[in-house]
């Protein structure tokens, strides 16, 4: 599975991104999608995941209410949808797959993306 991530940028506190990410190589709506973010300095961590029909998903805590994942098997493409960022939500966030199960450990997931800068001015 190949991962493209696209759309990070820089945006004042308050705004909002959606990151996008186009997969290639596998039947795209058999895997679990994830998003991740490692700020500078700082390990990588769970952000949100979602399951291959589009169903169920996961958030990391600090990201509820805020960010949503979502997926359209037709494009092949998942997104994040960011609002009320915050000058803490500056990283880079990487997209990643897994074959089966929906959940946040990193060493679970399979292939990973070049990651998108994602920077938030207060």
């Known amino acids: 599975v190949q991962l493209q991530a696209s759309g990070g940028g820089l945006v004042q506190a308050g705004g909002s991104l959606r990151l996008s990410c186009l997969a290639s190589g596998r039947t795209f709506s058999s895997i679990v999608m994830g998003w991740f973010r490692q700020a500078l300095g700082k390990e990588r961590e769970f952000v949100a995941a979602?399951?291959?029909?589009?169903?169920?998903?996961l958030y990391a805590d600090s990201m509820k209410g805020r960010f949503t994942i979502s997926r359209d098997n037709a494009k092949n493409t998942v997104y994040l949808q960011m609002n009320s960022l915050k000058p803490e939500d500056t990283a880079v966030y990487y997209c990643?797959?897994?074959?089966w199960g929906i959940g946040p450990r990193i060493d679970e997931y399979d292939y990973w993306g070049q990651g998108t800068l994602v920077t938030v001015s207060s």
């Open positions: 990643a797959a897994r074959n």
């Open positions: 979602i399951s291959g029909s589009g169903g169920p998903t």
